[in-house]
């Protein structure tokens, strides 16, 4: 693979120094009166003109030939002509200042050289008669020829950059293909800067990346920054991701000479990349899809043949195990958060999960069950020390995720919370499991403080009771005649107060402190309440009937659709 990198003349642009490197110009004996510093300027195209009012012809970046004959004989006409021929913004004006009798008029020079005296524009005078019409046609010859070898250079840039799209190349091969094209580094990032895959093309690479994220600045385009000596290194970087979802930048920290040609290899890279994410991103939804579709089929029992179960386990990428551990795990809820930002949550944490089981080298199969959760069949050697093992595998987990730190009693928080089935010998065994994991998971999610890495059915007590009695129409009517009167009469702020009175055992001053209440004021609600429900809450059958009724509908009870 040859470099795209503009190295050759064929392909670098036509400046107005190699309009006046042209033979027929050369022969000219050109003088450069003014704008030296910009004989580098691209020429769009050659004009020959001899007429006044010529701006409003021009549309800029032309180099303009002429022989002076309407300006040169007068200071005022001359500054007239370029004041009008600046504003229009051309490349450069070459005036011819031969006399008819093939003589150089030095008279109109000193006239032209004092009309452009402090100007930025490059005006050159010819001592000699130049060939207007040879000149610009070979000028427009080098125009074509640069247009041309750019549309060719384009077009190999295309097809390299197809052919990776079609192979289905990963970054990094991406990465290495524009380095090896421009003959530059190469580097991509993430939106924090941090390096995803780099080619330093043969230089060093702890120059490279040395302190990348700090110099690593710009949103997107061109950039010019001071090279490691102090020299100006031109910069480029394009944005990856699609509109609206830019997740990185491909960046080339030192173009060198070719930046236009480096920039639309950049630009066709980072297209290479977005399609390779996208595509790698419908290649891992589509796995996911059929390892939830595979094990909700376990979850409904329409999938009893253990060895069909196996099988097709397998063919999703889970080894065979001697002991399955069925587990469920659902998302902390975050105020104000959106379904989107939910729904990316739980892919991270899937993700996390699944990277942490591969670390581990644990056979699991994971797939989302509602939104915000998900369900695990986690592979293991025996059933000894299961505890241990899964903590050790959700710390992992929640470290990939950047998890919190401990707080100040010493226990760290966690993003999720986990409930566990009983493990088995067969998948479809433990897939039965995930009924009571997930129950669990309900339940946890009501208690107000949760701090175990993972719950099983026995943890949550009585709350797991009553959550599996949930439909149970008898315990419905239970809670019905317990608090029935209650939810009709008061509304939950009633039910509030209640559940403080009832987690304080009874103990007013204790309840009057919570409910931030005088002592008068706490003895008149619960007269109120007592009267409404019809038994004394001094009594612990009836404080026990009432709490056990109020529990009910925190895991998840309803009475007619009400709560």
Request: proline content about 4%.
């Amino acid at each position: 693979m040859t470099h795209i990198a503009p190295d050759s003349r064929s392909e670098s642009p036509v400046t107005v120094a190699r309009v006046l490197e042209l033979p027929d110009l050369a022969a000219g004996a050109p003088e450069v009166l003014c704008g030296q510093d910009l004989l580098g300027t691209p020429v769009r195209w050659v004009h020959i003109v001899d007429t006044e009012n010529t701006g409003a012809l021009l549309e800029g970046g032309e180099l303009v030939l002429t022989t002076g004959s309407v300006f040169r004989h007068s200071h005022d006409q001359a500054r007239s002509f370029f004041d009008d021929i600046e504003a229009a913004g051309v490349a450069a004006v070459v005036v011819e200042l031969v006399g008819p009798d093939g003589a150089f008029d030095a008279e109109a020079r000193r006239r032209i050289g004092s009309a452009v005296d402090g100007r930025v524009l490059p005006v050159v005078v010819l001592h000699r008669r130049a060939r207007f019409v040879r000149v610009t046609q070979a000028a427009h010859r080098l125009l074509i020829g640069e247009q041309v070898a750019r549309l060719e250079s384009a077009r190999r840039v295309h097809e390299v950059f197809t052919g990776l799209s079609l192979e289905g190349a990963d970054e990094q091969r991406i990465v290495d293909t524009a380095a090896e094209l421009l003959g530059a580094a190469v580097v991509l990032e993430d939106a924090a800067h941090r390096v995803l895959a780099f080619n330093a093309a043969g230089g060093s690479v702890a120059a490279l990346l040395a302190e990348w994220p700090a110099r690593a600045t710009g949103e997107g385009g061109r950039a010019r920054e001071a090279g490691p000596a102090g020299s100006r290194a031109v910069r480029l970087h394009t944005p990856v991701g699609v509109s609206g979802r830019r997740w990185g930048r491909l960046v080339v920290p030192d173009a060198g000479s070719g930046a236009e040609a480096a920039a639309h290899v950049l630009e066709r890279a980072g297209q290479a990349v977005t399609l390779a994410r996208m595509a790698a991103q419908d290649r891992r939804d589509l796995l996911q899809q059929a390892r939830t579709g595979f094990l909700q089929e376990l979850m409904d029992g329409t999938l009893t043949d253990p060895g069909q179960a196996l099988a097709r386990a397998e063919a999703l990428g889970m080894r065979s195990a001697p002991v399955y551990l069925p587990f469920v795990l659902q998302l902390e809820p975050v105020p104000g958060e959106d379904p989107t930002g939910l729904q990316l949550r739980e892919r991270a944490a899937l993700d996390a999960m699944t990277a942490a089981a591969r670390a581990q080298r644990l056979p699991a199969l994971a797939g989302g069950l509602r939104s915000g959760s998900f369900a695990v069949l986690l592979g293991l050697g025996s059933a000894d020390d299961v505890d241990r093992r899964l903590g050790d595998l959700l710390d992992r987990a929640d470290a990939l995720l950047d998890g919190g730190r401990p707080d100040a009693a010493g226990a760290k928080p966690t993003s999720w919370i986990v409930g566990v089935g009983p493990a088995a010998d067969s998948l479809s065994g433990a897939a039965a499991g995930l009924e009571d994991a997930g129950r669990t998971v309900e339940v946890v999610a009501t208690m107000e403080v949760h701090r175990r890495p993972f719950y099983r059915f026995g943890d949550v007590r009585l709350r797991g009771v009553l959550s599996a009695l949930r439909e149970e129409p008898r315990m419905r009517a239970f809670v019905e005649s317990e608090l029935g009167g209650l939810l009709s009469s008061e509304g939950p702020a009633a039910l509030g107060f209640l559940r403080v009175l009832l987690e304080c055992g009874g103990n007013k001053a204790e309840a009057a402190r919570r409910a931030n209440l005088s002592r008068p004021a706490l003895y008149a609600r619960i007269a109120r309440i007592e009267s409404v429900l019809g038994v004394s809450l001094e009594d612990a059958d009836s404080r026990l009937a009432v709490h056990v009724a109020l529990l009910w509908l925190e895991v998840g009870g309803s009475l007619d659709g009400r709560r």
